[in-house]
């Protein structure tokens, strides 16, 4: 066993590909997806048609710029300017201000200011707007305390959990749970399916070892890797992104190391069945890589799915991880509200590692 | 007795691959299975070595019979007809793995690896896919070697190596026959039958054979001439019409030939051959080969066969 464990650590780190697939890409999808892919507004170029030319635009037009969403990026004179630079395409926004806006705010009525938003991408408009339409309205409280605004119903919305709706919230959950399958499940698929192609398999068979002994030397390797992974995402998120950690540390280590094994049986149980490295490749990717990143709640909300698709989330490991996930890390609850999830991840586990062993081959085919 | 095969058949489908093989390999022997490829070499060695059931028949290796495959995987050593090392582990942690999953030590056994492990511990530290053919089957030997075994499974290992090299190899082999280990050994080089204790011939999954080299080679039984010339194809094809004629193979850059008479007339036979206009032609008789053992009963067998 010792033996075959310090055995795979040297394929491992001979193996220079598969070095930089397994630590390199982490990180590298972590900040990915932290910095880059990221459905924040963050420096709009907006441009301002401003005809009250008072004290209050200007204030205004300081708050928005002090926010950090947007950038200025010129005053425009008439409003045929408006479509010209919209077609420029550099800004995503125009403020008009409509005249004699300081007596309008000040008397409590209706102030005239118009955002045109740019909606060729819809969701980044929405936001754009519903921003810039916030800050108009914080001065207009700031400057009248005391006056009751007429008597309408503002529903005040609170964001639960994520107050800013940051992405990288959902993004470092979901690439924790890629990242874990990938490297899990593919990486020990691949592992094993090439001691049956290089031929290998042949002489550990007609060894004394026993198929727990191989699966097991094969699958201790990667449970250590795998959790320096599952650390560095974990230490990305709350250095680098300021991902909270609201629920127990403890109960967050043991989760994502059960999400490991799950992931390790699901590639020794596609290394039953695949017989070439090509082989477990593509059925690790197609079979386990699409449905995790597509059905598992990472991208697209599985709410929102036909129901065809909301039963099929039902059997991806990968979407009850992510619930306990979410659930320790952002909703901080305890570990005694999770118990279905993790019992789920038991239960599949239990269930592969069992239909692995029944499979494995002592024989040659 | 530490290998009894007793009738053992297996057929993937329609291609049968052994037919009822049986013979014995007993301690202390250099074994010899001798066939071209596809013969069922490689098969039978995958039954024996517990890899395969076969169909029908029995075997007993190591004092255990097939079905017991734990016990037998943990008496015999198997080197596959493919090169089954570990390419990106060094010679040295080759072996440390092999000897580690036997649950023994290179250190341990030693003694019995010693004269192959001398050769190729100069290289000790390179990757074991860099070695020349040679080397590799010297380390995969030393490897199956490590825990020693009592019965010793050698699938084709000398085949994509050097002359040199191959014949160390077998020197290696005559060394561990007297310490009395069995040692089952398959090769397509007829002439390396010769080196083995005893030798069965296997062709088309049917053993033709099983004896001594020599005594093959003695049961062959009639006279055998070979005949050097520049134009083996015309030589051929002029001689299947010659009357005596009884069967003509090329044997490297000479023909074999048989006569159809107990006493055959060499003069006469060249005669023949220069009234067909061949004149480089030189007649010797020779003494018969394993080779020549072998394609004789293989004849035979296919006229068995179709008729």
Redesign the interface.
Known sequence: M???I??EF??IF??RRSLIILFGMPIVQILLFGFAITNEIRNVNIAVLDKARDEASERIIEKMLASGYFVMNGYLETEDEIEPIFRKGKIKAVVVFGPDLDRNLTAGGIAPVQIIADATDPNTANTIAAYAASIVRDYQADINPNVTLPLETIPEVRMLYNPELKGVFMFIPGTMTVILMLVSAMMTSISIAREKE???M????????KPVQVVAGKVLPYILLSSINATVILLLGYFVFRMPMQGSLLALMGTTLLFIITTLSLGIFISTVAQTQQMAMMMSLIGLMLPTIMLSGFVFPIDSMPWPLRVLSNIIPAKWFILILKGLMLKGVSITYLWKEVLILIMMTLALIGISVKKYA???A | MEIRIESISKSFGDVRALVDVTFDVNAGELFGLIGPDGGGKTTLF?IL?????PDSGNAVVAGYPISD??AI??S?G?M?G????????TVE?NL????????TTVEKNYELIRDIYVQIEPFRDRRAGALSGGMKQKLALC?ALIHRPKVLFLDEPTTGVDPVSRKEFWEMLDRLRQDGMAILVSTAYMDEASLCDRVALIHQGKILTTDTPANITVTFGRPLYAIRTSNVYEVTRDIESYAYARTIYPFGEHLHYTDKREKPDPIELEDFLRGKGHHDIELTAIEPTIEDAFMELAETHSQILTQ
Not at chain 2, 49 to 53: G, K, P, Q, R, V
Not at chain 2, 82 to 89: A, G
Not at chain 2, 96 to 102: D, G, L, P, V, Y
């Open positions: 010792k033996g075959f310090i055995k040297f394929h001979r193996d290089m031929g290998t042949e002489v550990l068979l007609v060894s004394p070892l002592i024989r040659l | 995958r070595t517990t890899l395969m059931l495959y734990q995987r943990r015999v198997y596959p493919r090169f089954s090392l570990y390419p990106d582990l942690e440390k793995f092999f000897a580690s999953i036997f649950g490897c």
